[in-house]
């Protein structure tokens, strides 16, 4: 039997549809140029024409990263706010870019991908359909691949873990990161890990409003559902934090990005 960690349920994962997420969303973390580099490298060139499937597209930072590489990209989310945001983008109208609001367990797709991603997205799609699906519709010599953006260890870490433990609206919620993600999807049968790379960090820079304002478009607090005293107070908690640490007014850090790829499968019945 197939099982999904309780913190991916589809009441936490529901919270990306949230237009105050949607509006957060542009203060989260890019993921490093070098990360579409690394992705291309994945790519089936035995397709033809190249298609991708950018599974989870959020406002189309992946989509946008990719667009060099492809000849068709079919950018599915679920948050009709999400691809109305991307849509707006300098590069939403591209014809390359192929807008789908829907579940990816129900959306038509366009197959064969020479290459499917799923930047910090998979964990909360529907595993027992959606896996299946992919290995549907992925070319011969195609991947799927788990992206996430990593941060080296901050001096503000320890003190701030307790802030978002109390506050977040998520209370199912345990640590994990794709390689997690990915281990417990092959130990299910729905996935075969082949290999992972990481790009170097690059420093990343943004004000302190931003980075407050960039937890607000992570699962567990959507402006939408949280008390808004208690959003307040969660804002302060954090800023008096980060301040303490960067007395200038702006945040650093060192982010990079994580790529696990392998195959996705359709478990044997038995």
Known sequence: MIT????????????????????????RSPYP???????????????SPIRILDAGCGTGQMTQ?????????????????????????????????H????????VAFNPPYALIVAAASLHWMPWAVTLPRFAQVLSKDGY??????????????????P??????????????????????????????QLGVTETASIAFRQSITDWVEAFHATNGFSRDRMDIARAAEFDKHVRQIITKHCPNGMVEQQIGARIVFGKPLAPVAV
């Open 4 to 27: 999904q960690p309780k913190q991916f349920s589809v009441e936490h994962s529901s919270i990306f549809q949230d237009v105050s997420v949607v509006a957060a969303y542009a203060h």
């Open 33 to 47: 140029p070098k990360t579409f580099d690394l992705l291309a490298g994945l790519i089936d060139r035995m397709s």
């Open 65 to 97: 990263g990719l667009l060099p590489h492809a000849d068709r990209i079919d950018a599915v989310d679920i948050s009709a706010a999400m691809i109305a945001a991307g849509k707006q983008m300098a590069y939403g109208a591209d014809p390359r870019i």
């Open 99 to 106: 807008w789908i609001v829907g579940s990816i367990d129900e």
């Open 144 to 161: 799927l691949a788990l992206v996430e953006v990593r941060s080296a260890p901050n001096a503000w870490n320890d003190a701030l873990t």
């Open 163 to 192: 802030i978002l433990a109390q506050y977040s609206m998520n209370q199912d919620f345990q640590p994990y990161n794709m390689l997690t993600v990915a281990a417990e999807l092959q130990q299910q049968g729905l996935f075969r």
